[in-house]
């Protein structure tokens, strides 16, 4: 039986755990990849003929591995070492990585929804606005504090001085425009009630998910998202403080260049163009688990 190809991000936070994990599952060629190198050993890899290739990373190695292989008919597997690993708790992946390679090896795929930004593939969320601020503060902080603490410091930041947009949104015809701190374009409908916040709804509905928030102040924005995540984004969106759209596309006519994708901070020019692409990519899943 051949050996199941598997791109290992070196930079990936459990890197070395990962490797082990594959070794000790057996049944992989496992190649160490840099983080840019990964889409081009992706491509690579596909053209070599395999059926299944496996993506040690996280949630950005995954959606880079995702453009490379996007219609070609081939599985990804993912071994989730990242620090999020957002798609494989959505998708019921397990997060022990022994586990994970074995479902690697052994699992099923199914389709999953993917959406694109301009040209730009994404798996989970894109934001524009206040995410960017608090992922370049994050992550400037990190390498001092560790990765909990500078979260709370980017958050306690944004409270102090959360900045706001001038944002044109236009969904299903219509333009409407904003003054907000936060444009979030979600893969899928979001779940935002407490234990489960910002996951895939179970049984939601295949679409874009787009929120925008409408209130200026930190403090406003804090309360809003514990109102949502108390009551829900349905009871959320008939008040003035959110609005909501389900749509399978849209357009955003920010000044800025830089948006969050997948918790990574890239360059688009606007506008920005959305797009849904339901079941644009196989993943390997369990045999018990699937994306409702």
Do not use: W
Request: net charge positive; proline share 5%; glycine share 8%.
């Amino acid at each position: 039986m051949p050996l199941i190809r598997a791109l290992l991000n070196t930079q990936a936070g459990r890197a070395a755990s990962a490797r082990e994990a594959l070794t000790a599952a057996g049944g992989f060629e496992v190649r160490e990849v840099r983080p840019l190198q990964l889409m081009e050993q992706a491509r690579r890899a596909a053209r070599e003929g395999p059926n299944r290739i496996v993506v040690a990373g996280g949630d950005g190695s995954v959606a880079a591995v995702a453009t490379a292989l996007a219609g070609t008919g081939t599985e990804i597997a993912i071994l989730p070492c990242g620090t999020l690993n957002h798609l494989a708790k959505d998708l019921g992946i397990p997060l022990d990585l022994r586990s994970a390679a074995e479902v690697a090896r052994t699992g099923r795929a199914i389709q999953v929804d993917a959406a694109v930004v301009n040209s730009r593939l994404f798996l989970n969320t894109s934001a524009v606005g206040a995410s960017v601020a608090y992922i370049r503060t994050r992550d400037k902080l990190e390498a001092h504090f560790g990765y909990r603490l500078s979260s709370v410091a980017a958050a306690l930041r944004l409270l102090v001085h959360l900045p706001v947009f001038s944002v044109m949104l236009r969904v299903n015809g219509v333009s409407r425009r904003y003054l907000t701190p936060l444009v979030l374009v979600a893969v899928g409908e979001r779940e935002l009630k407490l234990p489960v916040l910002g996951a895939r709804l179970r049984g939601g509905r295949s679409s874009l998910h787009v929120l925008v928030i409408r209130r200026r102040s930190g403090a406003r924005t804090l309360a809003l998202a514990l109102g949502a995540a108390a009551r829900g984004v349905e009871a959320m969106a008939n008040t003035p403080a959110l609005d909501a759209f389900l749509v399978d596309a849209c357009r955003i006519g920010p000044r800025t260049h830089r948006i969050a994708l997948d918790g990574e901070i890239v360059r688009v020019p606007p506008p920005l163009e959305y797009r849904h692409l339901p079941g644009h990519l196989r993943i390997v899943v369990t045999s018990r688990e699937a994306l409702a």
